[in-house]
């Protein structure tokens, strides 16, 4: 059966100052379009998912591990499991990023619900 939603129409949460995510997921993967704002702070953090980040809109600086990778519209990364991370936006205008999860991440399921 299908699911069919619209980004546009999908709730906003906010993931912490600066930063808001909608969330569209199945039972096996998810994906989370995040508008990261330019005076949100970076947020070091790791998670047992597999991510993919696609740079639909800005410019950031991404802390991956030991690496600095510097990322603009149309780059993708890989994020592997438990590898910390941080994403800092570079210059005036906001982020706009496209995160896939596998497994899905429940703790963004709790929040888009409460």
Do not use: C
Not at 94 to 111: A, C, G, H, Q, T
Request: glycine letters at 6%; hydrophobic letters at 40%.
């Amino acid at each position: 059966m299908a699911v069919k939603e619209n980004w546009n129409t999908l709730e906003r949460a906010k993931a912490r100052e600066g930063v808001t995510r909608r969330v569209f997921s199945g039972d096996n993967s998810m994906m989370v379009l995040n508008e990261i704002a330019p005076e949100a702070a970076p947020a070091l953090h790791a998670h047992a998912h597999e991510q993919l980040t696609y740079m639909i809109k800005g410019q950031a600086e991404f802390v991956l591990g030991d690496e600095v990778l510097y990322l603009q519209e149309g780059d993708v990364l890989l994020v592997p499991p438990n590898i910390p991370h941080s994403l800092k936006v570079l210059g005036n205008e906001p982020v706009l990023n496209l995160d896939v999860f596998s497994p899905i991440r429940e703790d963004y399921l709790k929040k888009a619900k409460g």
